[in-house]
């Protein structure tokens, strides 16, 4: 299979970050340049400012305008596109600068002049720009791996159970086996799904009753269920198996321990923020010190942040003998 051909990405330079970055560093060449020059004085400095920031600005401008059209073409012919622009720019604004200020001979060679020190600065750029494309592909690649590794992981045990109830019903309930046997595929179905994949928070749901029902047949009356669920009028998504994890983890770290069992309660409510979770379940003594509880919910908190940076957050708190973990992460509408 070849290897996808690798685009030429415009950075981003029409917002506030962008613009700012580049003024100063525009300033900064400027003022190399005036160290550099054989004549310092303020007058030479004030133009020379004035030339570097119009060629910037209007270079940035214009790769703004065009960064659809630009993103279409491969990397050498996208990077040699806005070359030849930044170019064009220099010789304009120098020539419309030249005319203005001073019309003497000589004019083209200073013109050229100009050109040479654009060329150099612009291929940096660019360079650099490169470099930085590259280090987000390649971080982009490991946090999707990341992702696929946190989405994928089931349970062994959870598998062995689920196998030995199917066993020991298909003799007796086969109907019920059946059932176990759809809500086991399904899961596996999930955790083979694209990383990062978005679905209708109703189909993440449907997971977790999926995976509670096979639980509720291995520990019986010892799970008990407080299931408050807020109707919600439009498609929101929520990351594949961002919920079911936790209910995971609050079963195998609150419930099972328990001889007597115990109630899981679950709590989803829409805010104009967004979308919270909050799943509550008994912490029982043994629990509290489990380096596998920490490790999962680090796991978790890994994924939220890299789909939603410090939009989302996952918090727990130990109540006494409960254990509260709270899920937020922003709407994101179905189509």
């Known amino acids: 299979m070849s290897a996808r051909p690798e685009h030429f990405v415009v950075p ?10 580049l003024i100063l560093f525009s300033q900064l060449v400027v003022v190399i340049l005036w160290f550099a020059g054989s004549e310092l004085s303020w007058f030479n400095f004030g133009l020379m400012s004035l030339y570097v920031q119009w060629v910037a600005l209007v270079s940035a401008g214009l790769l703004c305008m065009l960064r659809g059209f630009v993103a279409k073409f491969g990397l050498g ?3 040699l596109f806005a070359f030849t622009m930044v170019m064009l720019v220099t010789a304009g604004v120098g020539f419309a600068a030249e005319w203005v200020v001073d ?3 000589g004019m083209g060679v200073r013109i ?3 050109m040479v020190i654009s060329a150099v600065i612009t291929g940096l750029v660019l360079r650099y720009f490169y470099v930085q494309q590259r280090l987000r592909l390649q971080e982009q690649s490991e946090l999707q791996s990341r992702i696929q590794a946190l989405q994928s992981r089931i349970r062994p045990h959870f598998l062995f159970n689920s196998m030995n109830i199917i066993a020991s019903l298909i003799a007796v309930d086969p109907d019920t086996a059946e059932s176990v046997v759809e809500d086991l595929s399904e899961l ?10 978005q679905v209708p928070i109703t189909e993440e749901l449907d997971l977790c009753e999926r995976y509670l029902r096979i639980e509720a047949l291995r520990l019986g009356d010892r799970l008990k269920l407080d299931w408050q669920v807020e109707a919600s009028t439009s498609t929101v998504m929520i990351p594949l198996l961002s919920l079911q994890p936790l209910l995971e983890n609050a079963i195998y770290h609150g419930i099972q321990p328990l001889p007597e069992g115990g109630t899981i309660a679950l709590n989803l409510t829409y805010t104009d923020e967004g979308v919270s979770i909050r799943i509550v379940n008994p912490l029982p003594e043994q629990s509290r010190k489990s380096e596998g509880n920490r490790m999962a919910l680090v796991n978790i908190r890994s994924r939220l942040a890299v789909l ?7 918090e727990t708190e130990s109540q006494g ?3 509260v973990t ?6 994101s509408q179905g189509v």
Request: include cysteine.
């Open 103 to 105: 019309r003497g001979p």
């Open 326 to 331: 709270h899920l937020r992460f922003p709407k």
């Open 308 to 314: 939603y940076g410090n939009k989302a957050s996952l």
């Open 77 to 79: 012919v996208g990077a």
């Open 188 to 197: 596996f179905r999930a955790s083979l799904n694209d990383a990062g994949n």
């Open 112 to 114: 050229l002049g100009q």
């Open 12 to 21: 981003e330079l029409c917002n506030t970050t962008g613009l700012t970055l």
């Open 321 to 323: 003998d409960q254990f």
